[in-house]
């Protein structure tokens, strides 16, 4: 066994051993995390009590596919994974689900492939209730201001449009010197660029740490994980809570006045001005995994109608502005579809502002 | 007509059935819409294809049914009705066609009819006409239906109007907008603001809790329309444990009825008010979706009783990301087999009476001359 590899056992061990209590974990979290054993974790909505998870887990569906559930405010989940490379202990997938009911936020945590395999299943199995949250760039850019004293940027990785506005590149860039985070937001607005994912740097009195987030709130913590967690990822959790209200209770079935309430996503500059985007949107939503998109018609104002496949949810889009995209709820629509949805345009098209359509 | 000329004809023609909802709904919203509230009215109403019955004074169908395709009440008396002829031919003697028979159908229209949905003792409803057409078409619509007025050939009693749907580009985008091309109604304010042109918004329309979800008027829509409607009220109308099942297992079996399906699609359309107003989606239009479903291996008939059907919701089957794409793509391969079987089967036919008359030449020699001059007459 190499050192590594014992570094690592040891690691799985000290992490998974019993922990009575959420800084018990994250003072062992802090332990055991290092750029050969990081921790990875997302952050996510969740609907249930700590109790009603154990309870929606270890009944229905979700017992036949294994899922045991122990503890009673720090949840350890486990489930068998047949196949899952990395995994130190084969067959079984281990993660921690921190539940927090005040703002009805959760935190799934693991080492990689553990945190892999529990959040995939975790949210195929419990899909109405597990709901990814998302910040656009702007929500990245209030989170972390407050902490510019303490948190630097190493490295990102952002989309950006080029061939004349008809495709999106990723660019990845790691930085030499740190860099302040006013500093690189403002030159990232300025090159028209929205991130994907952040690497960040906090020095928080006698402790560093550094990890990475991403857009959809997943995270990963090479070094010093309770300063992460209790200054970026905190902050970033904060206003994912805030802002995550706007999806919801949209559609006609659960709007008051049974009328449904539209979305739209705003950009600064009359993006379809070019009729050719109608078709690059078209392509975009194309995209969107498990859903179906119907367009109606595309040019030169764009009707379509789109159906997620995964809950039922039904929009309508119509681009008659040329500054906006807007989203009609259908008679259905959760607000983990419509968060998907809004993402997936603002991440694969172009990063907007999502706003209440004018009525 | 080939798979790919056919496939675009559907195409336009679900776009032109959409605007025509479209246009329907955004009159409807129009006249309904009060502007010192900034509401729809209270007490007013859209109907679609309601039944009226003519008063025996009708110049051309006296006490007989008539069934416009926008009917309006703004107040206990006084109405609208609208009827929308989207799509004129550029045929001259196929446009001439149309514009006498609408001329025709207006008069029948400009009568004391029976059958709104007011309450009886409320006193007799006025109404206004109005004719939808498409902005390409408005020029040479007003032009001779003007000249069928002064001809005599349209004598109408009541105000009319003639309205139009156009796609205008402004500064900020290209919204479908409605405008007055001729004529006016008895209220000044709305005659004005259609007179200065009014922009539909459809995301305002679309957020409407009267027409937001309105996709359909009582005509049938194209099969494909019709499809894409059916496997959205199926989809959204999975129970949580379906949901679930093919979130998992990535497909689930729906058995379902007609009725129910077309209970389910009973939002799509204008809402009814009673038994004069039309059951929409009707139930040959979702046998006929169905069927088509069947064709493609997307449902199967159940054997629990007539009218059921299984529906099989697959995840990754092709063309799930396209419904509508799909739908038109199969629906013109159908048609496109259809018309090729026809073609064929004429061919036979055709072929068949060569040989009998062949065979009648020879039995009757001096008929041949006769039978030949048949053979160059018939089709």
Request: glycine residues 8%.
């Amino acid at each position: 066994m190499s050192e590594r590899d014992r570094h690592a056992e040891l690691a799985y061990r000290a992490l998974y051993a019993r922990h009575s209590s959420e800084a018990e974990l994250l003072a062992t979290a802090d332990a055991v995390c290092s750029a050969w054993t990081p921790l990875h974790g997302s952050l996510f909505g969740l609907s249930l009590s700590s109790r009603e998870v154990v309870g929606y887990l270890s009944s229905g569906r979700r017992k036949t596919r294994g899922f045991s559930v122990r503890g009673d405010d720090l949840l350890r989940v486990e489930l068998p994974v047949e196949g899952a490379r990395g995994l130190p202990r084969g067959g079984r997938a281990r993660a921690y689900l921190l539940v927090n009911p005040s703002d009805h936020m959760a935190c799934l945590l693991g080492f990689p492939a553990d945190h892999a395999s529990v959040w995939v299943e975790l949210r195929r199995y419990m899909l109405s209730s597990a709901i990814s949250v998302y910040l656009r760039t702007e929500e990245f850019r209030q989170s972390l201001l407050p902490l510019s004293r303490i948190v630097r940027v190493t490295g990102f990785t952002a989309n950006v449009l080029w061939d004349g506005s008809q495709r999106v590149k990723t660019r990845r860039e790691w930085f030499p010197v740190q860099k302040d985070v006013q500093e690189f937001f403002g030159e990232l607005e300025e090159e028209r660029q929205w991130l994907r994912s952040i690497e960040l740097v906090v020095k928080d009195a006698d402790q560093e740490s550094s990890g990475r987030i991403k857009r959809d709130l997943t995270f990963s913590c090479q070094k010093g994980l309770s300063g992460f967690w209790r200054t970026a990822l905190q902050a970033v959790r904060t206003t994912a809570g805030e802002t995550r209200g706007i999806y919801e209770k949209r559609d006609v079935q659960s709007a008051r006045g049974r009328a449904a309430r539209p979305l739209e996503i705003r950009y600064e500059s009359a993006v379809f001005n070019d009729k050719r985007q109608n078709r690059r949107l078209i392509r975009v939503l194309r995209t969107l995994s498990d859903s179906g998109l119907s367009v109606f018609h595309p040019n030169p104002f764009l009707h379509a109608g789109l159906l997620d496949y995964s809950d039922g949810s039904t929009y309508t889009i119509w681009v008659t502005d040329n500054c906006a995209i807007k989203i009609i709820p259908g008679v259905r629509a959760s607000a983990r579809s419509l968060g998907r949805l809004c993402n997936h345009i603002n991440e694969c098209f172009e990063e907007g502002s999502i706003e209440e359509a004018p009525l | 007509m080939t798979e790919s000329s056919l496939t675009q004809r559907l195409e336009i023609e679900v776009d032109n059935y959409q605007q025509t909802v479209l246009a329907l709904r955004a009159l409807a919203n129009e006249i309904l819409f009060d502007e010192n509230t900034r509401d729809i009215r209270q007490g007013g109403s859209a109907h679609c294809g309601r039944r009226f019955r003519t008063s025996p004074r009708n110049r051309h169908t006296p006490g007989t049914n008539v069934h416009p395709d926008l009917a309006v009440v703004r107040s206990a008396s006084s109405g609208i009705l609208a009827e929308a002829k989207l799509g004129f031919d550029s045929d001259p003697t196929l446009f001439e066609r149309r514009i006498v028979q609408t001329a025709k159908q207006l008069e029948k229209y400009d009568d004391d009819l029976t059958g709104w949905p007011v309450r009886d003792g409320q006193g007799a409803l006025r109404h206004d006409l109005a004719l939808l057409v498409n902005f390409e078409d408005a020029r040479r619509a007003v032009r001779r239906l003007c000249t069928l007025m002064q001809e005599g050939g349209l004598a109408l009693e009541r105000q009319f109007a003639v309205l139009s749907i156009s796609r205008l580009a402004r500064s900020s985008g290209e919204w479908p907008t409605l405008a007055l091309e001729h004529g006016s109604l008895t209220d000044s304010g709305k005659t004005e603001k259609l007179d200065n042109r009014i922009p539909i918004r459809p995301e305002i329309l679309d957020a409407s809790p009267v027409f937001g979800q309105i996709r359909l008027c009582d005509h049938e829509p194209p099969l494909p329309l019709m499809m894409q409607l059916v496997h959205q009220a199926l989809v959204s109308n999975l129970t949580a444990d379906e949901s679930e099942q093919y979130n998992l297992e990535g497909e689930v079996l729906k058995e379902l009825s007609v009725g129910q399906l077309q209970h389910w699609l009973g939002p799509y359309a204008f809402k009814r008010s009673d038994s004069r107003d039309p059951v929409v989606p009707r139930r040959e239009w979702i046998r006929a979706a169905l069927s088509r479903f069947i064709d493609m291996g997307w449902a199967s008939k159940a054997g629990s009783g007539p009218d059921r059907f299984t529906y099989h919701h697959k995840r990754g089957r092709k063309g799930c990301n396209d419904p509508l794409g799909r739908f038109v793509e199969v629906c013109a391969r159908y048609a496109e087999q259809a018309e090729r079987k026809k073609r064929r089967q004429e061919g036979r036919a055709r072929e068949r009476r060569q040989r009998e008359r062949e065979k009648l030449k020879k039995r009757h020699p001096l008929f041949a001359e006769q039978i030949a001059l048949e053979d160059g007459l018939s089709p």
